[in-house]
């Protein structure tokens, strides 16, 4: 922009006999309405809204060159997890760009205690409900641990079952050096893949808990390796999870991919969490990097109490709730 300058000058030669009134007049102090606008300094361009992520007015799926093309236009943009096909809708109707089913529907939707018993089926299942229940959002799919640690040839089967019988428009897998072999052949056989590195949550038998990953300088390095790894590998996103904030900013300057941040900082690219913790409806303590825009457990159970009392005390089913 600062090159508009320049292409403002009058042009250089004779001036036509039909435009020398008009050179003139722009040449004068008190200059026609016209002469002004054409001395302004040019606006700065103005985002088309109908290609933002977020808040966009398109009605085609977002697809991974929207992602891309965000990244470059310097756009945030925010990620929620979803497991059925009414929840995703709200979040599609919402105008969240992209809804990923995560293994983390183990502990906040199926009752395990953690991410590791989730299986191919469960994914499966509940990933074409989402995809059923949305019309723009892009939703990525999870693939649980097991279903690609064997290798390539493992992951590919898995990932092209969920593209295939569920409808996702990518996958996510964890691990950066580990599982760039996987990265690289699913993106070469045409499917997506959004990889995870920092904190991943399969490894928590490994990890002995949910400890904050790149701290100290040999950590973060192999952080940024994991981020260039998969990069590389053709990956077009990357989720940081529970890394510093100044490592997560460096590693997202690093990358031409966009960085996802959960408990990463400010400096990612995109930001996502847990739809039950973003919604307060995860009992008990959950992870600091959470921050609750609602309190749906204690609305919920306010209403199933007043529910249970209007039965008991007969005041519904009312007459306008009664046919005849």
């Known amino acids: 922009m600062t090159q508009l300058s320049p292409a403002r000058k009058p042009a250089e030669g004779p001036v036509p006999p039909a435009e020398q009134s008009a050179a003139q007049t722009a040449a004068e102090p008190a ?16 985002a088309d809204s109908s290609k933002t992520l977020y808040g966009g007015k398109g009605s085609r799926r977002i697809t991974v060159r929207d992602i891309a093309a ?32 995560g293994d983390s ?43 690609y640690q064997e290798g390539p040839a493992q992951a590919l089967r898995n990932a092209t079952r969920l593209v295939k019988e569920a409808g996702v428009g990518a996958v996510k897998l964890e691990g950066g050096e580990r599982s760039a072999h996987q990265v690289e052949l699913l993106v070469s056989a045409g499917i997506p893949v959004m990889a995870h590195i920092g904190l991943t949550p399969q490894s928590v038998n490994a990890f002995g808990g949910y400890p904050v990953q790149g701290r100290g300088e040999e950590a973060a390095q192999q952080l940024l390796r994991d981020a260039k790894a998969v990069q590389h590998a053709g990956a077009f996103a990357v989720v940081l999870e529970a890394v510093p904030a100044a490592l997560a900013a460096e590693v997202t300057r690093a990358l031409h991919i966009p960085t996802v941040g959960i408990g990463a900082g400010p400096g990612c690219d995109a930001q996502v969490l847990v739809w039950t913790d973003m919604a307060g409806l995860t009992g008990g303590r959950v ?3 959470v921050k609750k825009y609602l309190q749906l457990r204690d ?21 306008e709730h009664s046919f005849h």
């Open 299 to 319: 609305l919920l159970g306010g209403a199933a109490q007043e529910f249970a009392e209007e039965v008991v005390g007969g005041a519904f089913p009312a007459e």
């Open 105 to 147: 529907m183990g502990n906040c939707h199926l009752g395990y205690e953690s991410t590791v018993p989730v299986t191919m089926d469960e994914i499966t299942m509940l990933s074409a409900a989402v995809v059923r229940g949305t019309k723009r959002t892009l939703v990525v799919a999870d693939l649980p641990f097991g279903s």
């Open 70 to 101: 965000a990244k470059r236009r310097g756009e945030k943009w925010p990620m929620l997890t979803a497991y059925d096909a009414m929840t995703a809708g709200v979040f599609d109707e919402a105008g969240i760009p992209v809804l990923l089913v």
């Open 287 to 289: 992870p600091r990097f």
């Open 31 to 46: 200059s026609e309405p016209a002469a002004q606008t054409a001395a302004e300094p040019a606006a700065p361009p103005v």
